[in-house]
């Protein structure tokens, strides 16, 4: 039995294992490398598995980083089923669809430029109809069923509290005489993220792939940040104020929804929300249909006739027009906007007519990579660069550290301390160097469980 490392190792990106035995191969996520044109070139090249003769793709969830290469399977020749939840079926629907958009989008403008230059067009590295052709083979196992994928290999999914639909794999594996259960974690749900249940605490593994991303640091608690929020939204509330939220379309969105309608029922925001994201809007109404994943308090506000992603003062800005119609609100309206990083989307066009009024607050509350518009503005730029035009920051710009959908380092360390009696093989992926070597150094002292941490495109024999 082995195990290779294809992507998501030293980084997190571009999640890929694959689990060979005598009888079976499996792989485990496909996803894409981001950030960067090396990326680009590296999602081009891939990995050396036979993709044909796979039994089956199981996939943790549907952040692109671990789903964004499965439309490159069926021209691999792959035609059988990619097995997840049915909250990640659905999903998978909205990101990968959008993702085919955007390759083709960045492909068709990268390939104007350099004809201009009299070079060749370049193709995108998959299409809106590669996606199309992959997505009837998604087969949708709920939580806690077992089913068996491959001769020889049964899985099951487990909530990994993450985003909606994410899941931890179990995978009970037989190579005669052997039994092996693997243990994959998939991205590890941060405990005080609402709406969805917990990371679901496994005990036995001979195998753990465990997740590093944050390794390195714990996440400040959340009560505190929404105290901060609340405090910014009830400040705004005057006649020129305006709060703009860039997030995340999947997650983040439907956390602010959560945590602004607690507000609301509390008294202590009176303002609107908006909103004005299509992929939030259509990710805001999954999450509301799949109330299977709920967390006990989510469902004791629905028991109690409260919808927990709804509220009356919420709004969804559908059309352009809609969207348009927010430059003239103000009364400390709330616009919740993608992208979360401010690279695209209509968050653009509300800071282009915004972030240089004093009464606006630009309130980020997710990641910003370096050279994002986003990160400018943490960063305190005296002026950012929207849709070509140089913009003076005047407005108020909040930093909340609070959010975040990975569990931190002691979470992490918690949650593998329940594998610790019978100590399985560890293996850290899906973090920078530093987050995995600091994770790796407290398992090791808390724990006393030693972590491998592979290197891409290494194979172990389990
Ligand atoms: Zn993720």
Request: aromatic share 6%; glycine share 8%; net charge neutral.
């Amino acid at each position: 039995m082995k195990l290779s490392f294809h992507g998501a190792a030293g980084e997190v990106t571009g999640s890929c294992y694959l689990l060979e035995t005598e009888r079976a191969r499996v792989l485990v996520d496909f996803g894409l490398y981001q950030g960067g044109p090396i990326s680009e070139v590296r999602n081009r090249h891939l990995p050396p598995v036979d993709f044909a003769s796979l039994d089956a793709v199981l996939l943790t969830h549907a952040h692109i980083d671990h789903s964004g290469r499965l439309p490159l399977l069926p021209r691999a020749e792959y035609r059988r089923p990619v097995y997840c939840t049915p909250a990640t079926t659905d999903l998978c629907g909205i990101m990968l669809r959008d993702a085919a958009h955007l390759q083709e989008h960045d492909a068709e403008r990268y390939g104007r430029k350099r004809q201009r230059r009299g070079k060749s067009a370049v193709a995108p590295l998959y299409t809106r109809a590669d996606v199309e052709a992959l997505l009837p083979s998604f087969v949708g196992v709920p939580y806690g069923e077992e089913r068996e994928v491959a001769p020889g290999v049964r899985a099951r999914f487990h909530d990994a509290g993450h985003i909606l639909g994410s899941a931890i794999v179990e995978l009970a594996v037989e190579e005669r005489p052997h039994r092996k259960t693997l243990v994959f974690s998939g991205d590890l749900g941060n405990p005080e993220t609402p709406i969805l249940r917990d990371p679901a605490v496994l005990h036995e593994a001979d195998v753990l792939v465990l997740e590093s991303t944050y390794g390195d640091r714990n996440h400040r608690p959340q009560p505190e940040t929404i105290e901060e929020l609340a405090a910014i939204v009830q400040r705004a509330h005057h006649p020129a104020g305006k709060v703009l939220i860039p997030a995340f379309a999947v997650g983040r969105s439907q956390e602010l929804i959560y945590h602004l309608g607690g507000l609301q029922r509390e008294g202590r925001l009176d303002a609107a929300v908006y909103v004005d994201s299509p992929m939030a809007i259509a990710t805001t109404e999954l999450y509301r249909r799949h109330r299977e994943s709920f967390d006990e308090e989510a469902r004791e506000l629905i028991d109690r006739g409260t919808m927990p992603l709804d509220f009356p003062s919420l709004h969804f800005s559908r059309t352009p027009e809609e969207s348009r119609a927010l430059n003239g609100v103000g009364d400390g309206t709330v616009i919740i906007s993608a992208s979360g990083m401010c690279t695209g989307g209509r968050i653009l066009h509300h800071l282009k007519h915004n972030v240089w009024r004093p009464e606006v607050d630009v309130v980020i509350v997710g990641f910003q990579a370096r050279g994002t518009p986003g990160r400018a503005l943490v960063d305190g730029a005296k002026h950012i660069k929207v849709m070509g035009e140089s913009l003076a920051v005047r407005a108020q710009v909040h930093t909340l550290g609070g959010f975040s959908a990975h569990a931190g380092q002691r979470q992490l360390v918690d949650w593998a301390r329940n594998f610790s009696a019978r100590k399985p093989r560890l293996f850290l992926t899906h973090g920078e160097p530093v987050a995995r070597d600091a994770l790796r150094a407290m398992l090791h002292e808390q724990l006393h469980m030693e972590a491998e941490c592979p290197r891409r495109g290494q194979t172990v024999q389990l």
